[in-house]
């Protein structure tokens, strides 16, 4: 994919968040006001303790952006939450979005920040992987349609069911995945590890091994489009296994995509690794 030049910045003013509203719009086709970060919201958010960036390419075209709002966590220590992350379709694949949460890990850091979170579908392999693999985040949560049932057409009408990341900006395990290096988890173990579940199958909810291999569809966009019963089900049957299996005590530490013999993606599972110990949300 061609390089794009793009300046990443905080936002300024009032033509840089209504950008933002209309990047919203675009991005996720949102058609009602209750689905969109207004620009009042995003100016609390930029001004007050968190953050509001936008990416923008040589031509000054607004192709993504990033906001974060300060917050609490239940064992009352400072973090952000990353609500909403959105590059332009025909700006993906060119590490804009890698660009945009980098520039949001320094501002944290610069304002005293040692986590964020964010939630995410977890039947979105490609953002799984992007944020689990890439980025180094750990997932313990799972929460059921959070934000209710959107108007955005990318969800189809399925309930919005959401793993939360959680990015500790400072710790080994994020430094070590953002300079490349590979989890000790590899592609030769892949075979020997237990799978609790497949495409035709309902999900093992009686396993005590670690490591553990949690299938989802490797594109849940074309099977929403082609068969919204069998997306359904996939929804169902990842809610119900990754309920049982964080309230076990596991954490998704990794993720695998495999494109042979066919494409196939799945959620590592870990218990009582020490790299995820005392990291409390």
């Given amino acids: ?33 209750d689905d969109l970060a207004a620009v009042p919201i995003l100016m609390i958010a930029n001004r007050f303790g968190g953050s509001v ?14 906001m ?44 005293g920040i040692d986590e964020i979170q964010w939630t995410f579908d977890p039947l979105q392999a490609l953002n799984a992987h992007f944020n689990i693999h890439k980025l180094g985040v750990i997932v313990r949560e799972h929460e059921e349609n ?31 995945r953002l300079s490349g290096a590979k989890h000790p988890l590899i592609l030769r173990d892949f075979d020997r590890i237990l799978r609790i579940n497949t495409p035709d199958s309902e999900p093992n909810l009686r396993s005590e091994e670690s490591p553990l291999l949690l ?33 076990a005590g596991y954490t998704i530490t990794d993720f695998i995509l495999v494109d042979q013999p066919l494409p196939q993606a799945f959620y590592v599972l870990e218990k009582g690794n020490s790299e995820i110990r005392g990291h409390a949300g």
């Fill in 215 to 247: 299938e989802i569809p490797a594109s849940i966009s074309k099977l929403k489009q082609t068969d919204a019963v069998q997306a359904t089900d996939w929804q169902n049957k990842i809610r119900a296994a990754s309920q049982h299996y964080f309230k």
């Fill in 146 to 176: 959070v934000y209710g049932y959107s108007t955005s057409p990318l969800h189809h009408g399925l309930p919005t069911d959401r793993f939360i990341a959680e990015w500790h900006l400072n710790s080994d395990r994020v430094r070590e």
């Fill in 53 to 66: 960036l936008i990416a923008r390419d040589s031509s000054g075209r607004f192709v993504g952006f990033s």
């Fill in 1 to 33: 994919m061609k390089e794009v030049d793009v300046q990443i910045r905080r936002a300024k003013g009032l033509e840089d968040y209504q950008a933002v509203v209309e990047l919203e719009k675009r991005v996720w086709g949102y058609t009602e006001t």
């Fill in 68 to 111: 974060a709002n300060l917050g609490w966590t239940r064992q009352k220590k400072l973090f952000w939450w990353s609500h909403m992350t959105a590059v332009l379709e025909e700006y993906r694949n060119r590490d804009i979005g890698l660009r945009l949460k980098m520039r949001q890990r320094e501002e944290a850091q610069a304002a």
